[in-house]
């Protein structure tokens, strides 16, 4: 068993912190209350909160550039910190925790534009604000430092991977299925490795609401009852991203409408494209598994997407005879990996702990990341 638990006391006495994590899926917030020791996290409440319709269609929007974005982004930064604070109460009450007991709230914020090739990466979300609402310092901005010294920014959770799932018996993976999916290969003699593989549930997501007016795929059902076309596949891997050797990441500046339109076949009913999509994320990820970590045993799936069923079973196909799981299994739920994640990097930024993986990212050399806004 790794040194993550879901609920309980930690083995060791640790601190409390909360993470709040909204990812590229922009799908809601999640929270929760974490406590973290030197070897350990144990999550003791959980909180979800989705996003008002408008208020994910500004930050979509908010993607591109588009008129007055600098007003625009402000607003939707400041309705973000309100929600965040909503969050880090409700796993609060649900513990029976006094804010006073919380050493910081790590919040990743909402990322509108990741451009590392260009020197900088935006994530919205005021954390002074949400000091200001929560009485709790907050650490926030997490890619900049790694940017500036120059790696990716991202992913920025391989070092959260390894300290609650790593193992000194076999090889690991973590897929991390989110909006982009993520990697980190964790070698049993201590090597770390991770970036990201491609799009998980951004275009999924996008297409099932643009054909049904449906904000995801309820378990890959839609997409399981149809069979992916090969020749629309073909276009879609043929995208120069998935050649490209690590470090790498990427967002909806690339994975986007724009790009789905560009390859798609017309003639090709939508269930299939669905399917197609579907087939898409198993095969980009499972081939940057084999393709990098040949002697994995073990991949542990983790973000929204470990709930799609059909998604879930591809995987499993397709890196068979490797053991395919989700994070539950390891005491933390699929939906909690990177909210706890954050709030570890906030325990790392307040210790004085780098946290960057130059491995990982590509940076000269590990930074501590975050920048602190004391309550």
Known sequence: MSGATSSGRAGREGSLFIGLMSGTS???IDAVLAEIGADRTAVRAHARQAFPDDLRAELLALCAPDENEIDRSGEAGNRLARLYADGARATLESAGVNASAVRAIGCHGQTVRHRPERGYSVQIGNPALLAELTGISVVADFRSRDIAAGGHGAPLVPAFHASVFGSVDEDRAVLNLGGIANVTLLACGGGVRGFDTGPG??????WIQRVLGERFDAGGAWAGGAAADPGLLARFLDEPFFAQAPPKSSGRELFNAAWLDRRLDRALSPQVVQATLLELTACSAS??????????????LCGGGARNDALCGRLGALLAPRLVETSDAWGLGAEQVEAAAFAWLARQALAGNPAGL??????????????IYPA
């Open 201 to 206: 549930n951004c275009l999924l997501d996008l």
């Open 26 to 28: 922009l799908d809601g």
């Open 287 to 300: 081939h940057a598994i084999l393709a990098h970590g040949a002697s994995t045993r073990r991949i542990i």
């Open 358 to 371: 130059p491995a990982v990212t590509g940076a000269r050399a590990a930074r501590i990341l975050g920048a």
